[in-house]
């Protein structure tokens, strides 16, 4: 949970992937976010990589967002867009996990809608009205081999198959060559307004990046883009 700092561990995760690993268990993950600003969410990022050390949980990778603590409005929505982007970068499958209520209001917006959800709804049906790819129908669930009450939840996508296809498509996307490369003083305020425009942003060696693209004609159409929306 939280930021990137070595006493907000789950001191079972590596002992649990390694356990599911052994058994042929196709596992996924979820970071519980305190994020009060986009730094912070980029921190939760880092320590959900940090943690993975380079896996590809086959069930992908989730951002909690359900805390009363979190900022309200547009600020929650930077957040969860900071954090999937820093993802995805990664060449991670990520989605945001929340409660039905908080779906239908604060995490309501168009931008999150790129992004798959997991909506938790305790109930015999699941009346999220946007699309979603897992329902969490119990917080009572029972398993064999498990003390107590478990959660449990429906998949509607077979995601093992979906990120098993997505590592090609990734890796061909990092080769691409060209990015549009964008100065400026505040590179961390620019990524986020670039963001929220709808490109694939990120950061190399100190320098802020917009798209890859297979030739520079591709580049140059973006640059061009970007400079006439200002």
Request: glycine share 8%.
């Amino acid at each position: 949970y939280g930021s990137d700092i070595d006493s907000q561990d789950d001191v079972l995760f590596a002992n649990n992937v390694r356990k599911c690993e052994a058994a042929g268990i196709p596992w996924g993950t979820y970071l519980y976010s305190y994020a009060q600003n986009t730094d912070m969410a980029r921190s939760e990022a880092a320590h959900t990589l940090r943690l993975l050390q380079g896996r590809r949980p086959a069930y992908g990778v989730w951002y909690d967002v359900e805390d009363s603590s979190l900022p309200a409005g547009e600020a929650l929505v930077d957040n969860v867009v900071a954090y999937c982007q820093a993802v995805e970068q990664a060449g991670l499958y990520v989605g945001v996990y929340s409660f039905l209520y908080w779906m239908q209001t604060r995490l309501n917006s168009p931008r999150l809608d790129p992004y798959d959800k997991w909506v938790a709804q305790w109930n015999s049906a699941c009346t999220y009205p946007k699309p979603y790819g897992i329902w969490q129908y119990t917080g009572t669930g029972r398993v064999s081999g498990v003390a107590g009450n478990v959660d449990r939840n429906y998949a509607y996508k077979d995601y093992p198959t979906i990120i098993k296809g997505m590592d090609k498509t990734q890796l061909q996307k990092q080769q691409l060559p060209y990015s549009v490369i964008i100065s400026g003083s505040d590179l961390n305020s620019l990524k986020d307004q670039i963001s929220k425009k709808g490109y694939f942003t990120f950061m190399s060696n100190g320098k802020l990046c917009v798209g890859k693209f297979a030739t520079v004609a591709e580049a140059n159409k973006t640059a061009a883009d970007l400079k006439r929306k200002g």
